[in-house]
């Protein structure tokens, strides 16, 4: 079944698994910062997007960062109000979840 953001309007763009390193888009890299924390630094047109992952024993925290290339003024980014790619200023997460699956961290 499909999972849907923005108040189930849209569908959810981009749902995936992926290992260290490289990955099959060679815009996107990850690696272990320490022990608890991985990163996935994305080059995008404009910005260089940064997703910092911190997992605890039973929490984790996900922090964003998006800084534009030099020369670029403007973000481009999927709107879920809109529904469409908007251009803006400044770029913020909104909304983000961070969940521990337990079973796996003993698998």
Same mark, same amino acid.
């Given at each position: 079944?499909?999972?849907?953001?923005?108040?189930?309007?849209?569908?959810?763009?981009?749902?995936?698994?992926?290992?260290?390193?490289?990955?099959?888009?060679?815009?996107?890299?990850?690696?272990?910062?320490?022990?608890?924390?991985?990163?996935?630094?994305?080059?995008?047109?404009?910005?260089?997007?940064?997703?910092?992952?911190?997992?605890?024993?039973?929490?984790?925290?996900?922090?964003?960062?998006?800084?534009?290339?030099? $020369? /670029?003024? @403007?973000?481009?980014?999927?709107?879920? +109000? =809109? $529904? /469409?790619? @908007?251009?803006?200023?400044?770029?913020? +997460? =909104?909304?983000?979840?961070?969940?521990?699956?337990?079973?796996?961290?003993?698998?």
């Amino acid at each position: 079944m499909p999972r849907y953001e923005g108040g189930g309007r849209h569908r959810l763009a981009n749902e995936r698994e992926a290992g260290l390193g490289s990955s099959a888009d060679a815009r996107i890299q990850y690696r272990v910062v320490d022990p608890n924390t991985i990163q996935s630094i994305q080059d995008n047109k404009a910005p260089i997007a940064t997703f910092t992952i911190k997992v605890g024993s039973s929490s984790c925290s996900l922090e964003y960062q998006a800084k534009l290339k030099p $020369g /670029k003024t @403007e973000y481009v980014s999927f709107s879920q +109000l =809109a $529904g /469409k790619m @908007e251009r803006c200023k400044s770029f913020t +997460l =909104a909304h983000h979840t961070c969940t521990i699956n337990q079973a796996a961290r003993r698998g």
